[in-house]
């Protein structure tokens, strides 16, 4: 059988689109296909963390790291299709086509995201000073340039990657530029690029924990310097260029059995698990160096100590001669592949969607939740990237046409088919290029699953709770805002009373109930709130010091001390369960910030005024 045909394609690991603006390339169907490996990869960590799955599912797996996958990806191919940019003509179309690429499926999953739940908007409190700026530099995929928790973060937190990529395209025109004879100085400079951001990350003004309160947030961040700023991980993506330059120059005659290829890509796919598996080993070393400092060790953790493996990985997978690379060239693959941007963007609109119904969901066994949550996040990244990201796409790139190019937007279906070994056909066809008949189903199908989900949460029945006359005389004596707020699926707040101590100041007294056999292994964090959410006094301490464990309907009272210095101009109490930084039990109801983790319950009166008061 003969030789696939050499083909024109908008991206070789990218969506089949017809592109004015690119030469003539052969599409790389692996890689297109590890980029949906890539994506899982990610979905399936942050899954964990919202506890859709166990937290120590993956351990000591870290999956997180397929972030850097991309950015390495993105420069392997960018290189591949653009070998140069030599006319001002030619650096605009490549601009444009860039921003069509990402700017679509991006400005949908954030538009979702606002729709579903405008309270999930990340950091940024919800009034407007404070929400048009991170949403303005969103809708320009700028937040990853401001190394500020208002920014990096804001709305989708997974965007941020799409704004730091976009600042690998605006910075590409250049260093292409003779790209074959600099790549030798271009590769160290980036390096550079990155120690420099790990220095300004380890002074010690800088904060260091990525999720701040809110009077933190105009400080600078390790985090943004260091995890999602462009200067920091642009060594992942020239070293892909490097890798694309090395793939082109290797010889012809330099070609392998599918035996040998199969064990080489076996070889590479071992490599990247062991780094991602003996990561945390490294890191910790790493943490006993001094002059790495913080900064230095989670640019290791995220970026130095992966990017070699997946450099290999992609080099390998690119020469498609082993079976591994003939596997992911399959039609449903490439599909899947084609699909992972879109599924990557919206995997934060699902999570909110899941905290927001996950006291009903808990009713479901864990493995049916699960599997509702990626056929409705395959099926609605199928749609968005059918209905909306393919032709806004198109469209965009239109805009500056390449004279002399004909329109090939009727081969599509071929080219997306074209695999190594010269097939053309698959079952696969309508999907990977979509007409009206096959949306109209896909519509149909994401409809029937909404249905079905809405008659499960209808009909759920929430877990138990034990409506003892203590539980109810709790709930009687609480403030109104505060009463009979589930925790996650293990904890429910009967109530928050505050208690006049005179001159000595106010006992902020929680009444807690265990809906199920749980150990009190969580931190409660109290925080009292000004005018315009600033943070008057904050407490964060252990639910129990001995982690001891609590029996379904098994009540108990936290007391927090505050004086009248720390109440003095309080308007609200905040109130949160967290472990560490990352993972909070969330409320279920009531009035909520910060994503949806934090409750909030309004001071009475007399406290809110003057600091102290009668007893409520």
């Known amino acids: 059988m003969s ?61 997180a790291q397929a972030v850097s996958f991309f950015f390495v990806l993105s420069g392997f191919i960018l290189t591949y299709v653009y070998p ?11 601009l444009l086509a860039r921003f069509a690429r990402i700017w679509p499926a991006h400005i ?15 950091y940024p409190s919800q009034t407007t000073a404070d ?41 590409f025109p250049l260093l292409i530029h003779r790209w074959s004879r600099t790549w030798w100085w271009k590769l160290p400079l980036a390096a550079g690029a990155a120690v420099l951001m790990i220095a300004l990350g380890n002074r010690p003004d800088v904060l260091a924990t990525a999720r701040p309160v809110p009077a933190q947030l105009h400080r600078v961040a390790m985090v943004g310097l260091v995890y999602t700023h462009p200067f920091a991980r642009l060594f992942e993506f020239v070293l892909g260029m490097s890798v694309a330059l090395l793939w082109r120059r290797t010889p012809a005659a330099f070609h392998l059995r599918r035996a040998a290829g199969t064990a080489l890509e076996l070889a590479a796919v071992a490599a990247v698990i062991a780094n991602m598996y003996f990561a945390h080993s490294l890191v910790d070393a790493a943490r006993r160096v001094a002059w790495i400092g913080a900064g230095g060790t989670q640019w290791l953790e995220q970026a130095g100590s992966v990017c070699f493996s997946f450099a290999a990985l992609i080099y390998v997978m690119a020469r498609e001669e082993g079976w591994i690379s003939r596997a992911l060239s399959a039609p449903l693959m490439v599909l899947l592949g084609e699909i992972s941007f879109s599924v990557y963007l919206l995997q934060d609109v699902f999570f909110v969607w899941y905290g927001r119904h996950k006291a009903h969901l808990y009713a479901m066994p864990t493995w049916v939740a699960f599997l509702v949550f990626w056929a409705m996040l395959l099926s609605s990244a199928f749609l968005v990237w059918a209905c909306a990201e393919r032709p806004l796409r198109q469209w965009i790139v239109r805009l500056w046409p ?16 074209e695999v190594p070994g010269g097939r053309t056909r698959s079952l696969w066809a309508p ?92 931190a409660l964090a109290l ?28 009540m108990w009272t936290d007391v927090i001390h505050l004086t009248p210095a720390q109440l003095a101009g309080a308007r609200d109490i ?36 003057t600091g102290a008061g009668d007893p409520l």
Do not use: C
């Open 3 to 63: 030789a696939s045909p050499t083909i024109r394609s908008l991206d070789p690991a990218a969506a089949p689109l017809p592109d004015l603006t690119r030469p003539r390339v052969r599409r790389l169907h692996a890689l297109t296909a590890l980029r949906f490996v890539a994506a899982a990869a990610i979905v399936l960590t942050h899954a964990a963390g919202m506890q859709l799955l166990p937290s120590a599912t993956f351990s000591p797996f870290l999956l």
């Open 84 to 94: 140069s940019l030599d006319t001002w003509n030619a650096r605009g179309r490549f």
């Open 108 to 122: 949908i999953a954030l538009l979702l995201l606002i729709l579903l739940n405008a309270n999930a908007l990340g």
């Open 131 to 171: 929400w048009l700026r991170p949403f303005g530099v969103n809708l320009l995929m700028l937040q990853s340039w401001f190394p500020y928790p208002w920014s990096y973060f804001a709305f989708n937190p997974a965007a941020w990657s799409i704004s730091t990529e976009f600042g690998f395209y605006l910075m």
């Open 402 to 417: 390449m004279p002399g190019r004909p329109d090939d937007a009727r081969d599509a279906p071929r080219r997306a088919l």
């Open 431 to 522: 999907l990977l290029d979509p007409g009206p008949r096959v949306m109209l189903g896909g519509a149909l199908v994401v409809a029937l699953l909404v249905g079905v989900i809405a008659l499960e949460l209808w009909t759920a029945v929430p877990p138990h709770v034990n409506r003892t006359p203590d539980y109810l005389a709790a709930v009687e004596r609480s403030a109104p805002a505060s009463r009979e707020i589930q925790f996650g699926n293990q904890f429910v707040l009967a109530g928050l009373r505050f208690e006049d101590r005179g001159d000595q100041g106010v006992d902020v007294i929680a009444t807690w109930q265990a809906m199920r056999p749980a150990v009190l292994r969580y």
């Open 527 to 554: 925080y009292v709130l000004g005018a315009n959410d600033q943070t008057l006094a904050w407490v964060d301490r252990p639910q129990d010091p001995d982690q001891r464990s609590v029996a379904e309907g098994e």
């Open 574 to 609: 905040g109130l949160a369960l967290h472990l560490g930084s990352d993972t909070a039990l969330a409320p279920m109801d009531g009035k909520r910030d910060w994503g949806g983790v934090r409750l909030r319950v309004p001071l009475p009166e007399n406290l809110a005024s």
